[in-house]
C-alpha cells in the first residue's frame, strides 16, 4: 500500500553547498534538511525515520529498517543525486519502497 508522507522541503535547496559554506564534500546540510520531513507517522500509526549519521542514511517504517550510502565516488558528487541514491538503496534493504512524483515524498510497504 502507498503512503503519502510529505512533501518534498524546497528550502532544502538554498542548503546545497554551491549556496552555503558546506566542506562535507556530501552536502551534509542539504541532506539533514531533505530528510527531516521524512519522520512522521503514516495514517495507521506506523512511525517513519529517517536519519544521516556520517555518510550513512538509515530508513525505517515500523519493524522494516535499511541503510544506504552516500557515495561520492561510485555515484556522483552531486549531493541531489547521491541522495536519492542512498535513500534508494535504503528502502530497497528494508523492503520497501520510496518515490518522489510531483512535490511529493511516497513509501510503499
Wanted: proline share 5%; charged share 30%; glycine share 10%.
Amino acid at each position: 500500500m502507498r503512503h503519502k508522507l510529505c512533501e518534498v522541503n524546497r528550502e532544502a535547496e538554498q542548503k546545497l553547498p554551491r549556496f552555503t559554506g558546506d566542506k562535507s564534500g556530501i552536502g551534509a546540510h542539504y541532506v539533514d534538511a531533505w530528510i527531516q520531513p521524512l519522520n512522521t507517522k503514516l495514517e495507521d500509526g506506523t512511525p517513519v525515520r529517517c536519519k544521516r549519521r556520517g555518510l550513512k542514511i538509515t530508513l525505517s517504517a515500523g519493524a522494516k529498517k535499511g541503510e544506504g550510502l552516500m557515495r561520492r565516488l561510485e555515484v556522483s558528487p552531486d549531493p541531489e543525486v547521491m541522495l536519492a541514491a542512498a535513500l534508494q538503496e535504503a528502502a530497497r534493504h528494508a523492503g520497501l519502497a520510496l518515490c518522489v512524483e510531483q512535490g511529493a515524498v511516497y513509501i510503499e510497504l
